[in-house]
């Protein structure tokens, strides 16, 4: 059975990782040149990096702490003991740590857009800029509102109530350490998150930090340029942490806008009448890796079970 999966984050890779433990041999489509979707590692200037996705992997079922536990057994990820106590997982030696042992056997096309979907009587066709062969069954785990346009009206009905709030999200790598725990919850009005993200485990080097901007303050400047959100958070983050420009040797910023599901769907996934298309990710379950991981997991098992 040929299966295509359009996406490599938590759910496509997770789906993709499930199915080839059973024996297939699906095949992974992503848009981006990287993998882990919203698990973002983030490289600049040869010598700083940022997880500007996902910060820590939060666990709460036997299965997920399994998976961890594997990836921890072969360095891909890691327990992060914070100055205030508190113990994370995270991926290593990036947040991708966790995506790129998912993706161990995948057969993976990045770089590679699905515009279209169209079901034939012998199969999905897949349309990108180049030609692809057809797919007996397809999985989309692309957002809600990407999947929408791209699996049409038969299976979007019920992610009309899904919902995002976005998140704009700052990196920042100083010359001198900040004065600061390695992690804080809102710390300003603007700020949901601060973390001394080099702190963590096998992180290349010091100093960088990431900064994400709340819900609000996302929603309200959403639609800046990426340099104006970098001055705007840059100025806050240096003036609350009583730094000056010249102590910054490196600032981005990058927009998310389906950061965080705020509704989801409330079932793992989303399957045609035929079952020969699934549509799943996050937003099916809740806003976490965990819930990404459960739903990708379970449309394999759906699929298999009807193989
Ligand atoms: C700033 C931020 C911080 C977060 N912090 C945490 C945290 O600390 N802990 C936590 O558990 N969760 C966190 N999350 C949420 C977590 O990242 C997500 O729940 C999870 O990664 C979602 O995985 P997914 O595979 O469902 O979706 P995604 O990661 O969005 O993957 C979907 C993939 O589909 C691809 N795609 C989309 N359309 C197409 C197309 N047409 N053709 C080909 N490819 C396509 C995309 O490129 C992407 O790679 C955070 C998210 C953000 C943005």
């Not at 433990?21 to 040869?46: C, I, Q, S």
Request: aromatic share 8%; charged share 20%; net charge negative.
């Amino acid at each position: 059975m040929k299966i295509a999966i359009i996406g490599s984050g938590i759910t496509g890779l997770s789906c993709a990782r499930r199915l080839i433990e059973a024996g297939m041999a699906p095949v992974v489509f992503d848009k981006g040149r990287g993998l882990g979707g919203r698990v973002a590692t983030r490289r600049a200037e040869g010598r700083f990096q940022f997880d500007h996705g996902a910060q820590m992997i939060p666990c709460e079922t036997r299965g997920f702490r399994t998976l961890l536990d594997e990836a921890m057994s072969e360095g891909c990820v890691a327990q992060w003991d914070t100055d205030a106590g508190e113990r994370h997982y995270v991926g290593t030696p990036g947040m991708t740590g966790l995506a790129k042992f998912l993706a161990t056997g995948v057969d993976l096309h990045q770089a590679t857009e699905i515009t279209a979907l169209t079901q034939h009587a012998d199969g999905w066709e897949l349309e990108a800029s180049a030609p692809l062969s057809r797919f007996d069954r397809v999985v989309c785990t692309a957002p809600a509102p990407q999947t929408t346009k791209l699996v049409g009206p038969a299976l979007t009905q019920p992610l009309n109530g899904v919902t995002y709030d976005p998140s704009l999200t700052l990196m920042v790598a100083l010359k001198r350490d900040a004065n600061a725990p390695d992690t804080q919850s809102n710390p300003t009005d603007a700020f949901a998150w601060v973390a001394r993200d080099s702190a963590k485990p096998g992180r290349p080097t010091q100093n960088c930090w990431v900064v994400q901007a709340n819900a609000d303050w996302s929603a309200a400047h959403l639609e800046r340029t990426k340099d104006e959100i970098a001055t705007l958070m840059l100025d806050l983050f240096l003036s609350h942490y009583g730094l000056a420009p010249t102590d910054v040797a490196y600032a981005t910023a990058h927009r998310w806008r389906y950061a965080f599901v705020s509704r989801q769907l409330g079932q793992p996934f989303v399957t045609s009448r035929d079952g020969t298309l699934h549509a799943g990710g996050d937003w099916c379950l809740g806003p976490r890796v965990e819930h990404a991981w459960q739903s990708g997991t379970a449309i394999a098992d759906d699929i298999l079970a009807t193989a």
